[in-house]
């Protein structure tokens, strides 16, 4: 079995690919000045962006572990995540509160999907 990284560092990897199953590592925000709303919409894009470079999109996830550091942001974060996911294809997802590795970040998502063009 191959093994594919993507994004790959002494630490980690931003994605890895194996039998046609796409793993992200958890995306964090860039813009961590933004609300809980905007912070969740960053990362989504960033989602986008590496399902695209492993072969694959949001309509093709399997799952998402959505990390939040206070739940009462639970409500924004369903704005933009409402907005993002096709409803007819959503994942199976579980969300929970974390302390995460910085104190900006509202949100931390990681998800895996199924890698459609190989």
């Known amino acids: 079995m191959t093994i594919q990284y993507f994004g790959q560092t002494a630490r980690l990897s931003e994605a890895t690919v194996a039998n046609g199953f796409i793993f992200l590592a958890g995306m964090v925000p860039e813009n961590t000045a933004a609300d809980i709303t ?5 990362v ?3 989602i986008d962006s590496w399902l695209v470079k492993c072969g694959s999109d949001k309509n093709h996830l399997l ?3 959505i990390f939040l550091t206070d739940m009462a942001d639970y409500d ?11 409803p007819k294809r959503s994942p199976a997802r579980a ?6 590795a910085k104190a900006d ?8 999907a199924l890698q459609i063009n190989r």
């Open 95 to 100: 969300c929970v509160e974390a302390k995460l």
């Open 44 to 46: 989504l894009a960033q």
């Open 63 to 65: 799952e998402a572990t």
């Open 38 to 42: 905007e912070q969740t919409r960053d």
């Open 105 to 112: 970040w509202k949100v931390e998502i990681k998800v895996s």
């Open 76 to 86: 924004g974060m369903n704005i933009a995540w409402d907005e993002w996911v096709n």
